[in-house]
Nanobody
Framework: QVQLVESGGGLVQPGGSLRLSCVASGIMYSTTAMGWHRQAPGKQRELVAE?????????IYAESVKGRFTISRDNAKNTLYLQMNILKPEDTAVYYCMRRERGLDYWGQGTQVTVSS
């Protein structure tokens, strides 16, 4: 079983920055993906940024966040990060940490990010 605990959400002004963190615990022997998804009211949950792990590791970004958001990880700390820069009101959503382990997706509780003046 995998448990994910997120932090770092909050209220920020347009153009500002925020850094989200996700600490993972549990048995993780076969991770094939880890990343961040978001869901705004009335919208489908969408991929924001994700590591995809196979023979090689690839990073996928939503087109809307390319150049502004950066995903990173610290394996020693079992922590995943999302650095969010030049935030826009359209980025307002609940952000979820995700980890795919043994073919199953595990999710954090979500953290609210609100971009507003």
């Amino acid at each position: 079983q995998v448990q994910l605990v997120e932090s770092g959400g909050g209220l920020v002004q347009p153009g500002g920055s925020l850094r989200l963190s996700c600490v993972a615990s549990g048995i993780m022997y076969s991770t094939t993906a880890m990343g961040w998804h978001r869901q705004a009211p009335g919208k489908q949950r969408e991929l924001v940024a994700e590591y995809r792990i196979g023979g090689a590791t690839h990073i996928i970004y939503a087109e809307s966040v390319k150049g502004r958001f950066t995903i990173s990880r610290d394996n020693a700390k079992n922590t995943l990060y999302l650095q969010m820069n030049i935030l826009k009101p359209e980025d307002t959503a609940v952000y979820y940490c995700m980890r795919r382990e043994r073919g199953l997706d595990y999710w954090g509780q979500g953290t609210q990010v609100t971009v507003s003046s």
